[in-house]
Nanobody
Framework: QVQLVESGGGLVQAGGSLRLSCAAS????????MGWFRQAPGKEREFVAA????????YYADSVKGRFTISRDSAKNTLTLQMSSLKPEDTAVYSC???????????????????WGQGTQVIVSS
């Protein structure tokens, strides 16, 4: 059974940093693209960042480009999102996701992902 478990969320002041982790089990994650999404209260879930199978390609939403970094450790089945220069508008529940797509394109929409974690709350105070 595939499982994705996020950790690392919390409360941080604007301008601060947080590091989110996603522990994956039950699947061959090294061969799957993975991503981070977030959902703020009253809003749709939105794409944050994604990474290709071997980690050579990374993709970011414009709103986080230059501030967030996605990475993966395939040996440990771990996905990480390093967040810096956080803003109040980054407040949301952050979820990691895994895609079984065999396409060369890395999905950047929710429909492109097959497995989801429960999410971890990030609150950025002003």
């Amino acid at each position: 059974q595939v499982q994705l478990v996020e950790s690392g969320g919390g409360l941080v002041q604007a301008g601060g940093s947080l590091r989110l982790s996603c522990a994956a089990s039950g699947g061959t994650f090294s061969s799957w693209p993975m991503g981070w999404f977030r959902q703020a209260p009253g809003k749709e879930r939105e794409f944050v960042a994604a990474i290709s199978r071997i980690g050579g390609g990374t993709y970011y939403a414009d709103s986080v480009k230059g501030r967030f970094t996605i990475s993966r450790d395939s040996a440990k089945n771990t996905l990480t999102l390093q967040m810096s220069s956080l803003k109040p508008e980054d407040t949301a529940v952050y979820s990691c996701a895994a895609s079984r797509s065999t396409s060369a394109l890395v999905p950047r929409t929710t429909s492109g992902y097959d497995y989801w974690g429960q999410g971890t709350q990030v609150i950025v105070s002003s």
